[in-house]
């Protein structure tokens, strides 16, 4: 009697194996990239940013309205700022700030919504972003 493989056994597995793989690598990746994960698995809100930058501004600006502090990476006072940013394009696919981490997860849609903040200000507007922190919020104003 033959044994039949199911192709979606086939298809599981290799993803399982795809995100173990990247996993890994992100584990044992650059300098920079350790900085990444420990800075993001070491605070509840992680914000990678650029003190100049508006729409990191507009991040910042939606935490201090929830009375939330983020821990704030400004990305061009540090000598590594430009390695951090590149394995912030390894790690999450792109290299745009403002990158905003709750719990340890990545804050933004796969549709690319994080770049140029939209992501954020919208869930802070509809309170999906206070329900995400486990914080009361009130009627939002337009930030």
């Given at each position: 009697?033959?044994?039949?493989?199911?192709?979606?056994?086939?298809?599981?597995?290799?993803?399982?194996?795809a995100v173990?793989?990247a996993?890994?690598s992100?584990?044992?990746?650059?300098?920079e990239?350790?900085?990444?994960?420990k800075?993001?698995s070491s605070?509840?809100i992680?914000?990678?940013?650029?003190?100049?930058?508006?729409?990191?501004?507009?991040?910042?600006?939606v935490?201090?309205?929830?009375?939330?502090?983020?821990?704030?990476?400004e990305l061009?006072?540090r000598?590594?700022?430009?390695?951090?940013?590149?394995a912030?394009?390894e790690?999450?696919g792109?290299?745009?700030?403002?990158?905003v981490?709750?719990?340890g997860?990545h804050?933004g849609g796969?549709?690319?919504?994080?770049l140029?903040?939209?992501?954020?200000?919208?869930?802070?507007?509809?309170?999906e972003?206070?329900?995400?922190l486990g914080?009361?919020s009130?009627?939002?104003?337009?930030l």
């Amino acid at each position: 009697m033959a044994t039949r493989i199911r192709l979606p056994s086939i298809l599981a597995t290799a993803a399982t194996l795809a995100v173990l793989a990247a996993s890994l690598s992100w584990a044992s990746g650059s300098p920079e990239a350790t900085f990444v994960k420990k800075t993001i698995s070491s605070h509840k809100i992680v914000i990678f940013s650029k003190s100049y930058c508006p729409y990191c501004k507009k991040a910042k600006g939606v935490f201090k309205e929830l009375n939330q502090t983020p821990h704030v990476v400004e990305l061009d006072q540090r000598k590594d700022g430009q390695n951090i940013q590149d394995a912030m394009s390894e790690i999450v696919g792109r290299r745009t700030v403002p990158q905003v981490f709750i719990d340890g997860k990545h804050i933004g849609g796969s549709d690319g919504k994080s770049l140029f903040i939209s992501y954020t200000v919208e869930a802070y507007e509809s309170g999906e972003l206070a329900k995400l922190l486990g914080v009361a919020s009130e009627q939002k104003d337009d930030l």
